[in-house]
């Protein structure tokens, strides 16, 4: 494989973020709103980082933040998402179908100076497997590792990684693995929960909870100095206050821009904005396991049927958003146009529900996080709104994104949640082993064995046609028994200052040490 350029850096290659202030970074204080040194940029997210470790999380909002004080092996290309460029490899080969071996750059250290390298790497690839000494296996990352055997060092630059089985998407899974260093968790699993100690491109400087992380540029990082010096990631949950931020010049970035809203922005001469497909799938995830009335596949069908996608899509999304049939929008591995989605069909919902056994209806609870998914509460309305019409009340619970984040991670959920799952890999496969696959850990309430063997199938095939025919199965298979209320993928729209060079990325990964300001 051909190893990544290391500088100069091409403009606007990958999905950044900016914004002026006027103290240096150092002194950033609760208030980011006044202009500052032409160097420094703020990105508004809509929820802060819920840790500091890059393995004990599985929410892009805090990947974004921690992509910057971590590097992983490999990262997905900016122009093509299908290809990955090197990281801390810079190199790598196929031994065998369950065995890649991975050539290491060298003289790469981590903030406190301690080395990367093959038993690095073997750290890493141990802790995810739960192999470290007295250590349990992080909860919200082991599971896009499971088929992943260990790692084994040939020597300081060179490790070999083995999986159980092929598996297709290991370069993508390793794009997420972000390498902490040998040793730091080792005593104290929470080690890192505060306090990130990276190889990546900027250190922090303050993180203050629920308001902004400030962080600076490394001048010596091994692939050239970020061109942006200061960098802040804002929690900002309201649209409106993004939206305020970003049209008095304070912040350069806003993401999860109201498409009502796109106008405005680009005619405000301060900013402008952009969309990019997106690979956040939106889905109401049904608890198929735990409420007796949602066991029957007949009622799920009836709740996909009773919401008409389509008028969602304009009414609340102005047309920012594609209708999926399943989880698999045309840009991902495995779409088929044979697979139809479920058409509007109230009187069709109402007779599924009467023969399984609910003429008039049943009462459940829809969780939604506060700010976290673009309308994600108006989109839940209106969901609410579709199935009253058929005698489903649906009780919409919106909480703050820290309890939703726990409720999911504990499995201790209602009925129902909304959620988009942003899928990096460009793959269903991913989200199949983790939220449809049967278990009772991870994302899944749901269990369907015949279903598992098709997941599993596909998540071990590497010829692509072949895995592509297992997935359009597969997706056939989850119509006749859906785990969600089929939904949409988004269209993510930002708006972005003026002053910054900047492409979005269809993966969502918002990473600065690619970006520049004009001028």
Known sequence: MKPPRLSPRPVAVALVAGAILAVPAASFGRDAGTRATANTVVVAQSVDPTTMDPQNQRETTTFNVLIHFYDPLVLRNT???????????TKWRSLSPTKTQFTLRKGVKYDDGSAFDAANV??????????????????LI?????????????NP???????????????????????????SVTKDPNALAAKPNGTGPYTLVTWDRNNQVVMKAKPNYFRGAPRITNVIFKDMPDDASRLAALQAGSVDLISNLPPANVSQVNSSGQAAARSVPSARITSVWLNTLDTPQLKKPAVRQALNYAVDVNTIIKK???????????????????????????GYNPDKAKRLLKQAGFPNGFSMKMMVPAGRYLLGEQIAQAVSGYLGKVGVKMKVDIVDFGVFAKATQTRKIPASFFAGWGESFFSPIDEAQVAILCGTKGFSWYCNKSVDKLINSAATTINQAKQDATIVKMQRAILKDPPFIYLFAYKDIYGVSKRLNWTPRTDETIYMDEASLKG
């Open 122 to 139: 073997k750290y890493n690839i141990d802790r995810v497997l739960g192999k470290l000494p007295g250590q349990k296996t992080p909860p």
């Open 142 to 154: 082991n599971f896009q590792f499971t088929d992943f055997k260990g790692a084994t060092v040939v």
């Open 79 to 89: 122009k093509n998402p299908k290809k990955f460029d090197g990281i801390l490899a």
């Open 157 to 183: 630059t060179t490790v070999i990684i083995q999986t159980k089985s092929p598996d297709p998407l290991l370069l993508a899974r390793l794009s997420s693995l972000l390498m902490i260093p040998t040793g």
């Open 316 to 342: 609340v999304m102005n047309g920012y958003a594609l209708r999926t049939a399943t989880i698999v929008p045309p840009y991902f591995f495995g779409y088929s146009k044979s697979v139809k989605p479920f």
